[in-house]
């Protein structure tokens, strides 16, 4: 098991930028896939991004496609998730989760081990 935790979420205003990281603990010397998740008051949560073990391969919403960047650093066990142009639309509570197929997936019954969640509100 992998123990998850996120940072980094905020208020930012409409056009801004916020980095979120997640840094993970525990059973760190197994291989995964790294995503992030969001879920928004009343609705389900979606998938956002995800890398796969070596970062080799990305996947993107469409929704955030070319305005969010996933990232990794294995030596550090940490994934990140660069936004940028951010919509208000992207106010939700953001989740990392860990994936044993390590080619990384947009599904979200693949994932394994989930973090808390960090918040992001974007105003306009």
């Known amino acids: 098991q992998v123990q998850l935790v996120e940072s980094g979420g905020g208020l930012v205003q409409a056009g801004g930028s916020l980095r979120l990281s997640c840094a993970a603990s525990?059973?760190?010397?197994?291989?995964?896939?790294m995503g992030w998740f969001r879920q928004a008051p009343g609705k389900e949560r979606e998938f956002v991004a995800s890398?796969?073990?070596?970062?080799?391969?990305?996947y993107y919403a469409d929704s955030v496609r070319g305005r969010f960047t996933i990232s990794r650093n294995n030596a550090e066990n940490t994934v990140y998730l660069q936004m940028n142009s951010l919509k208000p639309e992207d106010t939700a509570v953001y989740y990392c989760?860990?994936?044993?197929?390590?080619?990384?997936?947009?599904?979200?019954?693949?994932?394994?081990?989930w973090g808390q969640g960090t918040h992001v509100t974007v105003s306009s």
């Open positions: 525990g059973r760190t010397s197994i291989s995964y896939a």
């Open positions: 890398i796969s073990w070596r970062g080799r391969s990305t």
């Open positions: 989760a860990a994936s044993a197929l390590i080619s990384g997936t947009r599904d979200l019954q693949r994932y394994s081990d």
